[in-house]
Structure formats: structure tokens, C-alpha cells
């Protein structure tokens, strides 16, 4: 599920409509962007929408808490998204992260060699 805006409109407006969405699931986001999306291709921002929607899905799931934030802040080589909440935690989550980097790599490869084609 990657809702269209995502494509049309770009990732802090898809942000903006997952929290309408995680709040009919009983989760509060705030949501705090002060990233500026030029440069980040397509496949990184729904690689970045898929990521954070796990991780809010897994905070309904597992955190016994009802609210989460969302952080997403860019440097010049790097975009990072934070995901809190104050809830229980649990076990996977550092696996859960090194399947993330790897897909992140994977993006980049891609990216690597489509630009290396032009």
C-alpha cells in the first residue's frame, strides 16, 4: 500500500496521510519534515514510506502505547527518518534494522547504475 500521493505529491504529503491513517488504528503521529525532498529519487521515498509504515505498524503492535512521533531531516548525504514512541520495545528491532540498510544499499546500487547508463 503506497498511497498515490507518494508518486504525485511526494513523501511528507504521503507522511501526512499515513498519520490519518495510523490515528483510525487508534495511534497518534506527530510528524516533524525538514528535509527537502529535490534529488531523492522515487525509489528511496517509497523505500522510506514502506520502512516507516512498518515501524508505526510494529508500535500498534507491540509498544502498548498510543502515540509515536516521526522525525525526517536530510544532510547533505544522508536522509534520516526517526520513528519514537515511548512504549515496551521488543527483540527484532535490531534486525529489523539491518534489513532496512540493506534494502537502502540496494537502493543506491540501483541508482548507482541507472545514472552510470545515461
Do not use: C
Amino acid at each position: 500500500m503506497s498511497p498515490p500521493g507518494l508518486y504525485e505529491l511526494g513523501l511528507e504529503p504521503a507522511l501526512k496521510w499515513l498519520s490519518v491513517y495510523m490515528r483510525a488504528r487508534q495511534l497518534q503521529v506527530e510528524l516533524r519534515v525538514d528535509a527537502d525532498e529535490t534529488g531523492i529519487d522515487i525509489d528511496m521515498r517509497v523505500l522510506v514510506f514502506k520502512v516507516i509504515r512498518e515501524l508505526l505498524r510494529n508500535v500498534i503492535k507491540h509498544s502498548g502505547v498510543q502515540a509515536a512521533m516521526v522525525t525526517i531531516t536530510r544532510a547533505p548525504d544522508e536522509l534520516r527518518a526517526v520513528v519514537e514512541d515511548r512504549g515496551v520495545g521488543f527483540g527484532v528491532a535490531a534486525e529489523f534494522i539491518r534489513a532496512a540498510r540493506a534494502r537502502i544499499r540496494a537502493v543506491e546500487r540501483r541508482r548507482s547504475r541507472a545514472g552510470r547508463r545515461r
